[in-house]
């Protein structure tokens, strides 16, 4: 059995080798979900900007934590597909 490095290392090889002349598989994961949730974060950014106050400062956190727990686990997710998909064959 291969260690987890060992094999993130090869699918990481696999997946550019797959993807070659096409978009990138560090990009396939990310989708409306993810814009949207930057979206909202960069939104929280600029309005906290303009008033600095300890419940706005919350609520900017808030947002930036719950936008990057999106995106990790679209990452996360489409990475154990590909993963997957790539011991069955």
Known sequence: MKNGKTLKQETKQQLIQKDEGTETFKNIWYDEECKLAIEEMNAKEKWLMNRRR?????????????????????????????????EED
């Open 54 to 86: 300890e419940k706005e400062e919350q609520e900017y956190y808030h947002k930036r934590k719950e936008a990057h727990k999106i995106i990790m686990n679209k990452k996360k997710t489409y990475m154990k597909n590909v993963i997957e998909s790539i």
